[in-house]
């Protein structure tokens, strides 16, 4: 069953029971207000018969106001003695009762009056029971077939209206469930457009404040997430090919020159020789840094790794012994402490080393890299320092960019995507990173993660 189906059958289901619950209570009162007139009408007669018993045991002759008003109306009566025997009325027509509960609480002086129903063979009766003076009780009892014609035509009519209630409310579901659902047809659309199309920036149009609102404008971060995600893969694809064309271009120029000496017979001299070799060897070395990276980019959003409690002290040394082998003549050292925390090691281990690598690459042998943790209550911080050229204020907005270099390391080994590393690292673990100048000359890097 469809949801529109289940939602048209909760509604008119719903709206149903409270019409029948209407129906049967309208039924129920009514039943009560008509036994209620009944009754009253019975007690009444049963006192005016009274009157009429008691005038003709003293010898009177009854009233012709009482026999007039008690003749028109059918009502049966019978008197019954204190000893339980039972007497022909004198008045009304003769009905035998059997004897109850009821009619003995009357006879015994527990009650004075009592109204009960009563079952003679297929016929139903309303009787009331009157303590006479003496002991004699009088029994006036009224035929209930009229009132249970009256009943049964009111439960038709009653059942005939609850009936169109129910129709009524089917029909009501259906508009509800259409009405209701008209926003999630209206997302459902929207979505099939979007897979249909393959345009991940078109949005779906959102209105109001209701879940199905709320569930649109998820639908549209998502969206817009994906678009992001596709729109930075798209820009990856296109900077690797800029960044992989130059040194493949520089690799297949050597290795095409080194073809043609070894091919024609003239032999490159030894020391050329083995200077082409070592820039093809370089070249090779760059381009598998160079993939690594990318490939670290690319696979960095998507990796899902437990953090795991850690010595950050061990982890910044570590990345400085790692990074340390790019520049051996730099020396590195380390000052602070961070303490223990939980974070995604390999993550950071990555971003640490390509920190502390960057300020390597960037300084002259001799000057010092320093690398400070400072840890505080809400956060754990790493600063690298070095002595090189700076970083210029205008490209400080773009130095964390995929391929981005400054002017002030263009001319050195590199493809531009540590710093792009170091920041994918710190948004995964929470963090973010920055770069100020150094007193004295110089850049310092800082990342910093919350602590756990």
Do not use: K
Not at 303 to 325: C, F, I, W
Not at 377 to 391: E, F, K, L, N, Y
Request: net charge neutral; aromatic share 2%.
């Amino acid at each position: 069953m469809t949801l529109r189906g289940r939602l048209a059958l909760l509604a008119a289901g719903a709206v149903s029971l409270a019409v029948v619950a209407v129906a049967l209570t309208a039924w129920l009162l009514a039943r009560a207000a008509l036994l209620a007139e009944v009754d009253d009408r019975l007690l009444a007669q049963a006192r005016l018969t009274a009157g009429v018993v008691a005038e003709v045991e003293l010898g009177q002759r009854p009233q012709p106001r009482l026999l007039s008003s008690i003749q028109p109306i059918r009502i049966g009566v019978q008197t019954v003695s204190p000893d339980g025997r039972s007497s022909t009325p004198v008045v009304g027509a003769a009905i035998r009762l059997p004897p109850d509960d009821a009619l003995r609480d009357v006879q015994a002086g527990r009650r004075d009056v009592a109204v009960r129903t009563l079952r003679t063979g297929d016929q139903r009766w309303r009787v009331a029971s009157l303590r006479l003076p003496g002991g004699t009780v009088l029994q006036v009892a009224r035929d209930l077939s009229e009132f249970d014609r009256t009943l049964t035509r009111l439960g038709y009519q009653v059942g005939l209206l609850a009936l169109v209630g129910v129709l009524l409310a089917g029909a009501a579901g259906w508009l509800v469930a259409r009405a209701g659902l008209r926003p999630v047809d209206r997302l459902t659309s929207g979505a099939e457009r979007v897979a249909r199309t393959q345009d991940l920036a078109a949005r779906i149009d959102v209105s109001g404040h209701d879940e199905v609102a709320r569930l649109g404008r998820a639908v549209n971060s998502m969206l817009e997430a994906l678009d992001d995600a596709n729109r930075r893969q798209r820009a990856l694809v296109e900077d690797a090919a800029h960044e992989l064309r130059s040194p493949l271009t520089v690799l297949r120029t050597n290795l095409d020159l080194l073809t043609r000496a070894e091919g024609g017979g003239r032999a490159l001299p030894a020391i050329d020789r083995a200077e082409l070799v070592a820039d093809l060897r370089g070249i090779a070395l760059d381009l598998g840094t160079l993939v690594a990276e990318i490939v670290e980019l690319a696979r960095g959003d998507a990796l899902d790794e437990e953090p795991v409690e850690v010595d950050v002290r061990e982890l910044v040394e570590r990345a400085v012994r790692r990074a340390g082998r790019d520049g051996p003549g730099v020396p590195v050292t380390v000052t602070g402490e961070g303490g223990s925390a939980t974070v995604p090691v390999a993550t950071l281990d990555r971003a640490l080393t390509n920190l502390v690598r960057n300020a390597v690459q960037v300084s002259e042998p001799g000057q010092p890299v320093e690398v400070h943790l400072e840890r505080t209550a809400d956060r754990i911080t790493v600063r690298v320092a070095d002595r090189g050229v700076g970083v210029d204020p205008a490209e400080r907005d773009r130095i964390f960019d995929r391929f981005y270099r400054g002017t002030g390391s263009r001319d050195r080994q590199g493809s531009g995507l540590g710093l792009a590393i170091v920041t994918q690292a710190a948004t995964r673990a929470g963090g973010g990173v920055g770069v100020t100048d150094r007193p004295g000359g110089g850049a310092t890097f800082s990342l910093w993660w919350p602590v756990s």
